[in-house]
């Protein structure tokens, strides 16, 4: 473990930069912690926490300098590795009908900066399911992952409970725990340890170490909430036919920000443009939600129309049939969907809804077959 | 139509149309034609019966089509059967010999038609369904002496609404293959029968054990035949049915035709009854 300083930090923006790497980080713009271009670490959000509860998201003033101590904003890393709108190809009619072609400008060589667990389980999510090769590898191959271990959970935050977070998993190059004056680093591949070679630190004292992981520690009881521990898919699948999917629908506006600002929803779909001479067209990918209704549309009309089964469609797929198809839950606990719900719906609490439901339906069959 | 790419994946890329065009347009109904399509220049992979591709109209869109021709024909052409209901397949419905089309995959699993030797096989089709499962009915003939029964149910609304109907003639001629063709609404001078393709399939007297069932049409009409099925003992897993859901990538990336746990593209569109069953009996999911 080596100990880096403010300036320290500083510095790694810099070797990252003069690497050839964009180095991408939080940022203060518009009254929330976005993800943007750094050109310097100052450009990090120092003293800014955020203040965070269903359909609730302010910037808080802290008392100290932290620039990693808040929780996640409506961005994720999903922006920069699986872009809200890329072209696929482009077609030109000709005198044999028509030519495809495909234009692959050299992935952008990022550095994210501040991956906190639940991101970089949710990177390790959205690798598994999108990197088949093709432009996701591409785009992804290059990236260097300055993880963050997180000390400063927010009210919406879970990940303790879907063993993502705080303390950060595997899959970084370099992985820092803040303290008041500098960083535990713990380095997490070869290319990581060469770019810390390049920036000044010392080794951490044990206590410094000691003091950090206690830090990490104590933020695991810090959450402010908790994925019910249940078997998830067995009681999604046992749900289907569930009145509370209508409860939910209720209130739920369709709006898909959940699905928008969800690190590892990945759904898309293709557009189909030309131009006015109709000899030009291209084809684009683009974010789609399952909350749209002809998402789900074959001919004849949309599978889904009402409400309530979108809603269970996005439930169900996160917490359960996401195991079915990838081997893994499609949520990190990152806690955005509550968030930047307009109307504050909880998934945490729907979830715990569902699971009631299910114990007082089995308590149900045993009064069925029990004597007398 | 040409393709061109960066040599980095020339092949690779699964979202790359290639090049093909309409060698003949046979119309089967007033909305639905059979194309046959020939490659100009390199051939997708050779096709499972059952499996499906994207097939691409310039300016126009993609949609995902069952693939209804020979899986061993050695000629080249890619046939698809395609009924008119949208932009795209209307136009692919009206498309003239030399228009060019974009032709990715194939993708998606096939009917199993691997059971054991001697296995009789029992195919049900509903209107347009009767095109994905028409690769399977080729391969059986093709290697007919490993088969046991082959029995063909085919249904469609009305007489002018039957597809492959020089076909089902020749078929009918057949003594090696049992055939039943029935509409819902007979026309003047139909002289077939009359009715759901469920009654023919009550009909039949099986041997459930060595029975195969591949069904193809819409949802209802599946889960009656496999109800029909049952009753008669065939073992549930030997009960195919194909599925469709929106497709917009054909390669599990996109998510639109998620059933329950199945990516419909991926681990479809050919499922065994079993897993369709609970995920068909509940509504919009």
């Not at chain 1, 072209?87 to 906190?116: H, I, M, N, Q």
């Not at chain 1, 749209?292 to 599978?303: F, R």
């Not at chain 1, 996401?322 to 955005?336: I, L």
């Amino acid at each position: 473990m080596a100990w880096l300083t403010r300036d320290g930090l500083d510095r790694l923006v810099e070797v990252l930069r003069e690497r050839g790497y964009r180095v991408v980080g939080p940022t203060v713009r518009d009254g929330a912690i976005v993800l943007d271009e750094l050109s310097s670490a100052r450009e990090l959000p120092a003293g800014w926490g955020v203040e965070v509860g269903p359909g609730h998201y302010r910037l808080r003033r802290r008392a100290d300098d932290a620039v990693f101590a808040h929780s996640a904003g409506s961005q994720s890393w999903k922006r920069f590795l699986h872009p809200s709108r890329a072209k696929l190809w482009s077609a030109e009619r000709d005198e044999a009908g028509f030519r495809v072609s495909t234009e692959e400008p050299e992935p952008v060589r990022y550095a994210f900066l501040g991956v906190r667990g639940c991101d970089l389980a949710a990177i390790g999510v959205l690798d598994r399911v999108l990197d088949h090769g093709g432009r996701y590898h591409d785009r992804r191959a290059g990236i260097f992952i300055v993880a963050v271990n997180c000390t400063e959970p927010g009210g919406v935050c879970f990940c303790a409970s879907m063993g993502c977070g705080p303390g950060v998993g595997a899959g970084h190059d370099l992985a820092l725990t803040e303290r008041a004056d500098g960083f535990v680093v713990e380095i997490g591949s070869e290319r990581g340890a060469e770019v810390l070679a390049a920036v000044p630190t010392r080794p951490a004292a044990p206590d410094q170490v000691e003091a950090a992981r206690a830090a990490v520690d104590a933020a695991a009881d810090r959450m402010g909430r908790a994925m019910p521990a249940a078997d998830l898919p067995d009681v999604l699948t046992a749900s289907r036919e569930s009145d509370h999917w209508t409860d939910v629908a209720s209130r739920c506006l369709m709006c898909a920000n959940c699905t928008m600002v969800c690190p590892t929803c990945f759904c898309t779909t293709t557009e189909d443009v030309t131009d006015l001479t109709g000899d030009h067209a291209q084809r684009w990918e683009r974010w789609a939600s399952c909350f749209e209704l002809d998402y789900s549309y074959i001919h004849g009309g949309e599978v889904r129309t009402s409400g309530a089964s979108r809603y269970r469609q996005w439930l169900t797929h996160k917490l359960g049939t996401w195991h079915d198809q990838f081997g893994t839950s499609g949520c990190v606990g990152c806690g955005r969907c509550i968030a930047w719900c307009p109307a504050g719906i909880d998934l945490t609490a729907e979830m715990a809804a569902l699971v009631e439901q299910r114990k007082g339906a089995g308590d149900d069959h045993r009064d069925d077959t029990a004597p007398g | 139509m040409t393709t061109a790419t960066t040599p980095r994946r020339a092949e690779a890329d699964p979202w790359l149309p290639l090049p093909y065009y309409v060698a003949a347009n046979h119309t089967e109904t007033p909305d639905t034609a059979t194309l046959v399509l020939r490659p100009e220049s390199e051939p997708i992979r050779p096709f499972l019966p059952g499996q499906f591709t994207m097939l691409y109209v310039f300016g126009v869109g993609e949609i995902p089509i069952s693939v209804s021709g020979d899986p061993e024909a050695d000629d080249g052409a890619l046939v698809h059967t395609i009924r008119g209901v949208g932009a795209v397949s209307r136009a692919l419905r009206h498309a003239e010999p030399g228009t060019a089309v974009g032709v990715r995959g194939p993708f998606g699993t096939a009917w199993d038609l691997d059971g054991p030797a001697g296995s009789d096989l029992v195919l049900v089709a509903g209107g347009i369904g009767l095109a994905p499962l028409r690769p399977a009915l080729l391969h059986a003939l093709r290697h007919r002496r490993r088969y046991g029964r082959i029995v063909l149910i085919a249904g469609a609304r009305a007489p002018a609404e039957l597809l492959f109907t020089d076909e089902l003639a020749a078929l009918s001629a057949r003594d090696d293959i049992e055939l039943a063709v029935t509409v819902d609404r007979p026309g003047a001078g139909w002289i077939g029968g009359v009715g759901l393709v469920t009654e023919p399939l009550a009909a039949l007297r099986l041997t459930p054990e060595r029975t195969t069932a591949l069904l193809c049409g819409p949802e209802p009409m599946m889960r009656f035949c496999a109800s029909t099925l049952l009753d008669k003992r065939v073992p549930p897993a030997r009960i195919q049915v194909s599925l469709e859901r929106n497709m917009k990538c054909g390669i599990g990336l996109c998510g639109h035709c998620q059933l329950g746990p199945l990516l419909t593209c991926r681990d479809g569109p050919v499922v065994p009854y079993p897993v369709a069953a609970p995920l068909l009996e509940v509504r919009e999911l």
